[in-house]
Every structure is written in structure tokens, then in C-alpha cells.
């Protein structure tokens, strides 16, 4: 029995066309635009039907993100590619030639690229506007600030400077995945006003604007509104336009760690 | 030694034969076939636990496997001994008592071998003296029911194409039939039955046919050779008619029909054949050239139901198209249906069935916005039918998605989809409990959910509908009205199926959950 199993793993990894002896490189070596096209085509076929076709994510994770946490290298998201992640849903690509792999890797790692911009806008008085209208009251950058609206510290890498604007004028324009306010009142008549941080068929989890967090079971509660689409974060439409370009160029060069 | 002695002590339980006959007069102190008796009805004629005691229910001991795989089996119980499947094909016996395992039986999945999913197991037969399990590497293995030990070992596919198993098999009297994976990899789908005490293989249904072969003119070209129509949910069986009846897969490629033009015969199909010989007695297709991935797979329930005035031998179906079908056992002729949830798709079903289909349906480069989902109205996870409520109960969901048609290249091994799918922004994925007239499929009653639940139902003699939820709340409604009537958030998502038996003369139930079983007794 257990010869059988070595042989059936010897076999099928020589149908994996994995090269045991394969040393790979820590860059990918077939990256360039014509490579980057056939992986497109390649991840269209066999990737995007859980990762979405703009690796937007959906059964799969999402790859239209500066970090990935299974293949923070090159090398790392090849063997991703190749061998799948254990424990997950993630198969491997076995039936990918090592070529192939890496065109799938190069064209990964160009939805989570969002180019530097060139933005109009002085980043260094944008991080003081940052501080002066108290944005780090509800958003962290680089471990400091507070924790009501999402985590900036990469947003640079992750969002268009055209978004960062929209949201800048109108939050409850495009709000991010999950978000949602609610209103509440309590068995005892208090009003709650928060996010929800969690949420099942018969509970619910907040935390209120000023950090405080409860747990609920649906049927004690008096009233639950769900205000979908609102968000507590304001417009700055009335911001002189140039430091609006300001504020935008700094949240632009926030991109994490390089 | 000193715990050999303490083992040695306790009063164990020893399995004994699970015969054909035990199966099919489906005592209710056991679970000993994947739905719970041959018509998969997933109902237990048990009623110590029950609408007015169920608040007492706790739970009495949990078993955690090692695997960080969806934890998705369906247990069986014999004597007192609980058998559970685990990812990659493992499994353990119980003692349901202590919840202490007696014996495992480990399965290494070869490396290399992919299917569409992560490595599930949905559960294992019993015949004999014997425990069958299928492996993801496309293995079938019967293990000694008092040790674990393996007896012998089939290799039913080449797991190197893309064949896999995940579903249960099924015992028949001295056979046992097994569905295969693997609709994502432009596979040919089939089914097939082994001897019971060999593993010589009895026979094979081809669930796409060859060329000359009836059916075959329904693929255009060469599109038959790559056609799926996987069996990967376990199905149903008639005893008095010695038919089996087993649900099939989506046709491959999955959102690109362009070049597998016609009905795609046997896909989204349920198949009625013969328990002796494989032979087909009747066919249904559901979903004709589907290009959305709503395999037919789902449990089909064998009951009687009065339909247009007259009682009948039935088959009650709930799709993932979102239609739910009542067909007559004998003939499969189609008596009643219509949507259960949430659709945009067909506009109906005509006198035969089949449905009509409404414009802008079919997936496209931009993406086409339809509900279902590729998810479905439902899916895997098991309906259950109560004849003391004559109520046919299902997980329901009612999203919606984009479908995007690309380009499919067939080569062997890969992936065979032709596009892929996006969520809607912003809108949620919801569902209820549903619980149906068998008859015509018109809504009694729902119990709403916070998401729809990849898990099935079980109702029970107790006036009970036990389910579950994908945040990991195992619960139990009230059979006649959907109440909710007690809960238990058990800290992972539930994504299987619920049974229950005696265990030492007090009734539990069991339901994988995270990746743990969990099993309630009453609060004594």
C-alpha cells in the first residue's frame, strides 16, 4: 500500500511538470508584456473563476492588492501557482509548464500594482492638512490614530488618487466592502449609533463612535436599522482646491513599507 | 498500561453486521446510509428529542480533527459507533458515548493531486463487515468495520485529469456505487458500482455518451470528449424497484457553450438506473445546455405525494437552477414544479419540465447579472422531507451574480471553465430555511437567515427541522410553523449535514461544524 502511494506521487509529479531539481529565481523571469498577456489569457481560464477576472476576489481571495499574504516575492506566488496553498481551496496549477507559471505570476502581480501617479499637490502639507482637520481620529496610518473608518497606511498602493478624491468630497460615494452603519435601540431604551463589526442570523456586534463595543442578540433589541451606504466620515468639499491636491498627494504616498 | 487497564474496563460496544437488510428497514438507533434511510429523506422517526424538550439540548462531547480543510462529512452510526470522513478520505470511528475514537484509518492524499476544491469528504458507506470511503485521489477503499484496516483498494479514476471523490458512497445490497468529481477539468463524468467484498468493479454509467450511443447528437463537434457531468453528491435508492437514482454535474466548459451546442445529454440530469446492471431506465434533464454551473447534483428524495389528485411514487427535487420539481418515480415524467428562490433566468417550466428561458440570461465578456448565482438556489447539502408534516425542507439562497464568458482551451489536468464570475456590489447573500409543499413546491413557511447556509437540514419525528448557519449557529425550528426553538454558536462555519440516533438509549444529534463534531444529547 504505501509502495503504491510513493510510486502514484512519483507519477503524478512527473505529470505536474515539476522539476524537482528547478532552482527558482527570485525574480520572475518571464515578465514582459507579451508574457503578461498569455498569463492574462491563462488566468482568465483557470484562475478567475474564484479570484474574479480583475483578481477582485470572490471564492478566492483577493489579488488586486499591493501584498499578498502567501507570496510576498516572486518566488513565493510561483509556488503559490504551482503548488496551490494547503488547507485552502487554493489548488495547484499543475498542469502549468513553469513558463506558464510565471506568466500567471507576472500578470498577478499586475493587478496589485497600482502605479505611482504623478498627482498635483505637496504630499508633506497634505500629512499636516491630515493632522489639522483630525483624520487620525478614525483612521490609522503606520500604527497611529483611531480604528472607526479602514486603515490608511497603504491605501496609496491600493486606491487611485481619482478614488481617494470622490471619497474625499462624497465618503458615501464609494464605501468600502463591508461597511455598514447601524442604529440601534436597546431593550433599556438606550440609542447606539456605530459600525457593525460582526453579525449573525440571530446577534449582533458594534462598536459605537467613540470606541465602545457591544454584543446583541437580535430579539432584545427594540428597534435595528441598518443604514446602508452612510458612512459617520465627512465631506471636505469646502477645502480650498489646492489643498485638497494636497491632501490627496499625501494619502497617494502612503504605500506601507517598501 | 495503566490506561490499557482503564480502556480495558469500560463496558465497549463492538460493531456487528450491518446488513442490507438493517439498511433498508432503516432502524432509526442508527445512521447507517449517507441521507439516513435509501429515500434520503433525511428524516429520523426519533422523537426523544422534541419540540417541547429541545430547549434541554447541550452539547455532550466535541471531536476535532487536524485538518484545516472544509470539514463537510455527513456521519454514520452502527451499534453505537460513529464513522466520520475527513478531508482527503481519513476516517475514524467513534465510540458516541465517550466520543473517544477506537480507530483511524489515515489517508494521504498524493501530492500533486488537484481537484476543482479543497480535498472535502462528505461521508462513508456501510455493508457487512465493512466501511467504504472515497478519496480525493480518486480511490475507492473498504476498511475492516472493527479495526480500520484497509481490505481493499480500487482506483475508480485517474486523479491525474481532474477525477476526484468527495461524496459518500452508497451500499447496495452486495454493491457499492460511487459518484466522481471533477466537472471543472473537461472530465467525462460517470458512475459506478463495485462488489462489495472485492472491489471489482460491477459496473459503469457513463454519464456522457460515446459516439453511436444515444444522446451522443446532443453535443455539437467534438465537445462530448470534454463534457463533465460529474456524479459528486450521493443519490438515492429504490429497493422494491431496485433503481438508483443519482443527480449529474454541470457540462464542460462551464460559461462557454459555444462550442458543446445541443442539451449536453446526461448533464444536469437525474439519472434513474438500474441497481444490478447500471443500465439506464429513465433520464430527466433539468437545466438543458447550461451555461451557468448548476450541476443537478442535489439529494433526490424518493416519496409518495398526492399530486393533482392522485398518490403517487415521486421524486421531490430542489435545483440549484432554482426550481424545485416533483417527477414520478417509475417513469420520471415530470407532474409539478416551480421556483423556490430567487430567479431571473426562465420564465417558467413548460408541461414537460423543461424550462423557458428568458432573454439576456447567458454569460458575456462584460458579465451578465442573474440570479441564481453560480452558488444556486441550493446546492450539495441536503433537503429533507417529514411525511408526519408532509413538508419538503431546504436550505434556500436567493443571490444573484455576473457570469463572464471567456475562451476555453482543453488541455488535461487544467482547469476547463470558459470565463469566470464577480459578486454584485454592495448586495448581500441571502437566504432562508424553506420548508415547501411536496406536491406543487408553494412556501409554507421560511425561516429567515443572516446568509444562505451551506448546510443541510434534518427533520425529525420530534417536530424538529435542525439547521445550521455559514457564522456557525447550529439550530432547531419548530417542523409545523419555523420557529426557532433552541441555538448553539459552535465557533466555525457549519457547511455539512446533521443526523441523529441513540446512543446507550438517549437520542444525539451530530453536525460537523469548523473543523469539529459536534454531538447534543438533553440536559438530563
Known amino acids: 500500500m504505501r509502495l503504491l502511494g510513493i510510486f502514484l506521487a512519483s507519477a503524478l509529479a512527473a505529470l505536474a511538470q515539476v522539476d524537482p531539481e528547478y532552482v527558482i529565481p527570485k525574480e520572475n523571469p518571464s515578465a514582459s508584456p507579451e508574457d503578461l498577456k498569455a498569463g492574462e489569457k491563462l488566468f482568465l481560464g483557470q484562475c478567475a473563476s474564484c479570484h474574479g477576472p480583475k483578481g477582485e476576489g470572490g471564492k478566492g481571495a483577493v489579488l488586486g492588492q499591493p501584498r499578498l499574504r502567501h507570496a510576498p516575492d516572486d518566488a513565493a506566488l510561483f509556488v503559490v501557482i504551482r503548488d496551490g496553498i494547503k488547507g485552502t481551496d487554493m489548488p495547484g496549477g499543475y498542469a502549468l509548464t513553469t513558463h506558464e507559471t510565471w506568466q500567471v505570476a507576472a500578470y498577478v502581480r499586475s493587478l496589485g500594482r497600482m502605479a505611482h501617479e504623478n498627482v498635483p499637490g505637496d504630499a508633506s502639507r497634505g500629512r499636516e492638512i491630515f493632522r489639522a482637520k483630525g483624520c487620525g481620529g478614525c483612521h490609522i496610518v503606520s500604527g497611529e490614530g483611531g480604528s472607526l473608518g479602514p486603515e490608511l497606511t497603504e491605501i496609496g498602493a491600493k486606491r487611485s488618487s481619482k478614488h481617494l478624491r470622490t471619497v474625499l468630497m462624497d465618503p458615501e460615494k464609494e464605501l468600502p466592502e463591508g461597511f455598514l452603519m447601524v442604529r440601534l435601540v436597546t431593550g433599556d431604551g438606550r440609542n447606539i449609533r456605530g459600525v457593525r463589526l460582526n453579525e449573525d442570523t440571530f446577534t449582533i456586534q458594534v462598536r459605537d463612535t467613540s470606541g465602545h463595543v457591544y454584543s446583541f442578540v437580535k430579539p432584545d433589541l427594540k428597534e435595528l436599522h441598518k443604514d446602508e451606504g452612510k458612512s459617520p466620515m465627512p465631506s471636505f468639499k469646502s477645502l480650498p482646491a489646492g489643498e485638497t491636491d494636497d491632501l490627496v498627494a499625501y494619502l497617494v504616498s502612503l504605500r506601507g513599507k517598501p | ?296 447534483t442535489e439529494v433526490p428524495v424518493l416519496a409518495e405525494a398526492t399530486v393533482r389528485g392522485q398518490k403517487r411514487k415521486v421524486v421531490l427535487f430542489g435545483n440549484r437552477n432554482a426550481f424545485y420539481y416533483v417527477l414520478d418515480r417509475e417513469s420520471g415524467k415530470f407532474l409539478a414544479g416551480k421556483d423556490y428562490a430567487k430567479q431571473t433566468w426562465a420564465k417558467g417550466l413548460d408541461d414537460s419540465g423543461r424550462p423557458i428561458l428568458l432573454p439576456n440570461a447567458e454569460p458575456t465578456a462584460e458579465g451578465t447579472k442573474v440570479y441564481p448565482d453560480v452558488g444556486g438556489g441550493t446546492n450539495w447539502f441536503s433537503p429533507s422531507f417529514n411525511p408526519q408534516t408532509n413538508l419538503f425542507y431546504v436550505s434556500a439562497h436567493d443571490a444573484g ?46 425561516f429567515k437567515l443572516h446568509s444562505g447556509s451551506w448546510a443541510g437540514v434534518l427533520s425529525t419525528a420530534g417536530n424538529l427541522v435542525f439547521g445550521s448557519s455559514n457564522e456557525g449557529d447550529f439550530y432547531a425550528l419548530d417542523a409545523t410553523a419555523g420557529k426557532l426553538l433552541w441555538r448553539f454558536q459552535t465557533g466555525g462555519p457549519i457547511i455539512a449535514n446533521p443526523v441523529t440516533y441513540l446512543s446507550d438509549g438517549k437520542q444525539q444529534v451530530a453536525i460537523a461544524a469548523g473543523n469539529s463534531i459536534f454531538v447534543f444529547a438533553l440536559d438530563e
Not at chain 2, 422534541?50 to 454514520?76: C, G, H, M
Not at chain 2, 467513534?94 to 481537484?115: A, E, I
Not at chain 2, 454592495?426 to 406536491?439: M, Q, S, T, V, Y
Request: charge should be negative.
Open chain 2, 1 to 296: 498500561m495503566k490506561l490499557f487497564f482503564a480502556i480495558a474496563a469500560l463496558p465497549l460496544v463492538l460493531p456487528g453486521q450491518v446488513s442490507y437488510e438493517r439498511i433498508r428497514q432503516g432502524d432509526p438507533k442508527d445512521w447507517l446510509t449517507y441521507s439516513g434511510t435509501y429515500d434520503a429523506q433525511r428524516f429520523s422517526r426519533l422523537d426523544k428529542i422534541n419540540a417541547s424538550n429541545v430547549k434541554r439540548l447541550r452539547p455532550l462531547w466535541v471531536y476535532q480533527i487536524k485538518a484545516n480543510d472544509s470539514f463537510e462529512t455527513s456521519p454514520l452510526i452502527a451499534d453505537g459507533i460513529m464513522y466520520v470522513s475527513e478531508p482527503g478520505g481519513s476516517v475514524t470511528a467513534l465510540d458516541t458515548v465517550t466520543g473517544r475514537s477506537l480507530w483511524k484509518y489515515r489517508h494521504d492524499v498524493p501530492k500533486g493531486v488537484r481537484g476543482c476544491c479543497s480535498p472535502v469528504n462528505r461521508g462513508v458507506a456501510i455493508l457487512g463487515d465493512m466501511v467504504y470511503v472515497g478519496t480525493f485521489d480518486a480511490h475507492l477503499i473498504a476498511l475492516d468495520i472493527k479495526s480500520g484496516i484497509v481490505r481493499w483498494d480500487a482506483e475508480v479514476a485517474d486523479p491525474k485529469l481532474g477525477n476526484s471523490i468527495t461524496a459518500a458512497p452508497l451500499a447496495l445490497k452486495d454493491k457499492i456505487v460511487v459518484g466522481m468529481a471533477g466537472g471543472e477539468y473537461g472530465v467525462r463524468g460517470f458512475l459506478d458500482a463495485y462488489d462489495a467484498k472485492t472491489g471489482k468493479r460491477a459496473w459503469r454509467f457513463w454519464t456522457v455518451p460515446a459516439k453511436g450511443e444515444p444522446g451522443f447528437e446532443t453535443w455539437s463537434g467534438d465537445s462530448a470528449k470534454t463534457g463533465s457531468a460529474t456524479t459528486w453528491v450521493t443519490g438515492a435508492y429504490d429497493p422494491d424497484q431496485n433503481i438508483v437514482f443519482w443527480g449529474t454535474g454541470n457540462p464542460g466548459p462551464d460559461w462557454n457553450g459555444d462550442h458543446r451546442l445541443g442539451d449536453n445529454l446526461y448533464s444536469d440530469c437525474l439519472l434513474a438506473l438500474d441497481g444490478d446492471t447500471g443500465k439506464l431506465k429513465w433520464y430527466f434533464q433539468f437545466t438543458p445546455h447550461d451555461l451557468h454551473d448548476w450541476d443537478s
Open chain 2, 401 to 446: 451574480g455576473y457570469f463572464l464568458k471567456g475562451e476555453a482551451e482543453y488541455k488535461p489536468g487544467a482547469q476547463f471553465n470558459g470565463g469566470g464570475l464577480k459578486p454584485i456590489p454592495g448586495e448581500d447573500h441571502i437566504g432562508a430555511i424553506r420548508a415547501l409543499n411536496p406536491a406543487t413546491g408553494d412556501l409554507k413557511w421560511e
